[in-house]
């Protein structure tokens, strides 16, 4: 680990005098770039350098031990430093795990209504209100992008974007199957009913990092339309787009403009190849070893939500929360902190076994 960190302080001296050089700093992307890196490393840096204080205290110190009048002052330091050095190295650690490039990325998120029918699709508007609810109290802007609304009020697929600092870092472990277990209003016998939704959370992805030739889309346009035929417009604004190499299809029409859905669909549509590429490599480096909680895929059960109990559990972590209410109304903080300390913790188990 040492080495490691010696290597990242070096580079970041390397980094801060570039930055500081006319030259490059004419170059303004790679200027940007350098300057992104010296952020990210810094504070690895300066707790390394904390550490190296520490260590060096501890040294003089035991240095001091055959003085007879600093020997008090010297066992004093010693044990402060020696209390010290443990912690810092924990932090070193934690801050060598590498870091989700797309961590502070915004997010496109869609969700679909799974088995189950309209309390499927009930259920896939509730997802909707919470994620709403918990962007609005983290000061996150959210665009919807393209919805199949259904007559109770309920999605068949909603698909949304949330613009704010560290989104994607938030909620990216949100991907996966989410089931409801709950009576229906439309059940009379009151009969408990599962049913299920999933979450999808891609990445808003970057024109550089997914570059799309114009040849391999086919574009088609045609009426937006609201649930049972509502809200139809006479112009054929909406527009749908399809990747000819992949077969992948991204619509929008949620905007009078045809050229404003089209942007939303291409931004759809680049997140979603994106994301394939991304679960690509994701999976090469889980064949390796286990290190984030769950696999991210759609399929994947990762939290029930049982109304007769007032539970929504999460199984990759084993946790329960018993605030129905409160969760749905977007408190959702205690879950993705849980959520972010056990993936810290397998990926801090999968450092220590390279």
Request: charged content about 35%; some cysteine.
């Amino acid at each position: 680990m040492f080495q490691k960190l010696e290597g990242v302080e070096k580079r970041y001296e390397e980094i801060t005098k570039k930055i500081s050089d006319p030259e490059i700093i004419a170059k303004h992307n790679e200027w940007k770039d350098l300057m992104k890196e010296h952020s990210d490393l810094e504070p690895i840096v300066l707790k390394y350098r904390e550490y190296k204080n520490v260590k060096k205290d501890y040294e003089d110190a035991k240095e001091m031990m055959e003085d007879k009048e600093m020997k008090e002052l010297a066992e004093e330091t010693m044990l402060e430093a020696k209390e010290k050095l443990p912690k810092i190295e924990e932090e070193l650690k934690i801050l060598l795990i590498p870091k989700d490039p797309d961590d502070e990325k915004n997010v496109i998120c869609e969700i679909r209504a799974g088995t189950g029918g309209e309390e499927a699709a009930l259920f896939a508007g509730t997802l909707f209100r919470m994620y709403s609810m918990y962007a609005e109290r983290k000061h996150w802007k959210l665009e919807v992008l393209n919805e199949n609304p259904t007559e109770l009020g309920g999605y068949k697929e909603i698909s949304f974007m949330i613009t704010g600092k560290g989104a994607y870092s938030r909620l990216k472990f949100e991907s996966g199957a989410h089931r409801v277990q709950r009576v229906p209003e439309t059940e009379s016998s009151g009969r408990i009913h599962t049913s299920a939704a999933t979450v999808a959370v891609l990445p808003e992805a970057e024109d550089v990092q997914i570059d799309i030739n114009p040849a391999d889309i086919k574009m088609e346009v045609f009426r937006a339309s609201g649930a049972g035929g509502q809200h139809i417009n006479k112009t054929s604004s909406a527009v749908r787009l399809i990747h000819i190499p992949t077969g992948m299809v991204a619509e929008c029409q949620t905007e009078r403009s045809q050229v404003q859905n089209r942007e939303y669909a291409m931004k759809l549509l680049r997140s979603r190849l994106y994301e394939e590429e991304k679960s690509k490599k994701d999976a090469e480096y889980a064949n390796k070893r286990k290190t984030q909680v769950g696999s991210g895929d759609r399929s994947e059960k990762i939290r029930t939500y049982n109304y007769p109990q007032g539970r929504i559990t999460d199984h990759r972590i084993g946790m329960s929360i018993y605030q129905m209410e409160d969760f749905l109304n977007g408190n959702l903080d205690e879950m993705i902190d849980n959520l972010i300390a056990a993936d810290t913790a397998e990926k801090l188990k999968g450092n220590e076994e390279d």
